[in-house]
């Protein structure tokens, strides 16, 4: 049990630190309007979102598989 | 561009009212490939660890096989965190070329943030270099711009289709200087014929050189 406390406080500070990396990502990206055009192609702003949305995905998933793989070793 | 847009902070914090971006360009994903490898062979092994951790017979009665589960699981979260700001840093580098100036940005999200500028008026040399068989084959190089007034050439890394942005940096250089001449020396002149191309009003006029 007390693994597995640590095993959640562990991934708190984990998420934590996704979403401040996120949030200065999305402070740092308004400071730039390229418009969407042709000249515009090597912005990619929008791969960009998508690789922001797979990092905090793959981070919460993380927290979950970890936390349900120590609880069923060890409940 | 249109010579009357207010182009104040349009696209990037620091853009002046008449500057328009020419070009903009990332380094070449190829940068990203050495990390996309360390990060796989390290997900890959530590994941491979779990595997073999969590199939171990009498695991679960002992202390030592969660609180191992526990440990890798923390270098699996780091490991994916390093490689998500490696990521994000990519993307935050920027080369900005503008009506006015070069503009080379270096950023990441917590240790470093410069930015470099060059007038393109001061451009003395560009030269770009193209060595090896993965730059010449993904079509990448770097580009090394000299400039009088400063010790060292600002030098753009792995930028992709350098020739394109050699000859994009040429053409602004050059549409740059022709227009500070018509600037210098049109509206001086009552007689000359380019000041109907650049009445008084022109925002060319307010551009603090």
């Known amino acids: ?75 | 561009m249109d010579q009357h847009t207010d182009n104040t902070d349009r696209h990037f914090l620091g853009q002046q009212k008449t500057e328009g971006v020419n070009e903009y360009s990332r380094e070449h994903p190829i940068v990203l490939v050495p990390f996309l490898f360390v990060w796989l062979v390290v997900t890959g092994g530590l994941s491979f660890g779990l595997f073999l951790i969590i199939h171990m017979e009498g695991v679960a009665q002992s202390f030592w096989g969660p609180f191992s589960v526990l440990v890798t699981v923390i270098l699996l979260t780091t490991v994916q965190h390093i490689f998500a700001l490696r990521v994000f840093n990519y993307y935050l580098d920027m080369v900005i070329l503008t009506s006015y100036r070069v503009i080379n940005i270096h950023k990441s999200l917590f240790l470093y943030d410069s930015k470099e500028f060059i007038d393109l008026n001061e451009i003395q040399d560009i030269k770009k270099v193209q060595e090896g068989i993965w730059p010449n084959l993904l079509n990448y190089g770097n580009l090394t711009i000299h400039v009088a007034t400063m010790n060292d050439p600002m030098t753009l890394h792995h930028i992709p289709k350098p020739d394109y942005y050699l000859h994009k940096i040429n053409g602004a250089k050059r549409d740059y200087i022709a227009e500070r001449r018509r600037q210098k020396y049109g509206n001086g002149n009552a007689n000359n014929e380019q000041n109907d191309a650049y009445p008084q009003d022109s925002p060319f006029t307010e551009i603090n050189l």
């Open chain 1, 1 to 75: 049990m007390a693994l597995l406390i640590l095993n959640i406080f562990i991934h708190i500070v984990s998420i934590s630190f996704a979403l401040l990396v996120v949030a200065r990502i999305y402070s740092h990206v308004q400071k730039y309007r390229f418009e969407k055009s042709a000249q515009d192609r090597l912005l990619k702003l929008f791969h960009f979102r998508w690789v922001v949305w797979i990092y905090l995905v793959v981070i919460l998933s993380s927290a979950v598989a970890s936390s349900l793989i120590i609880y069923s070793l060890n409940p």
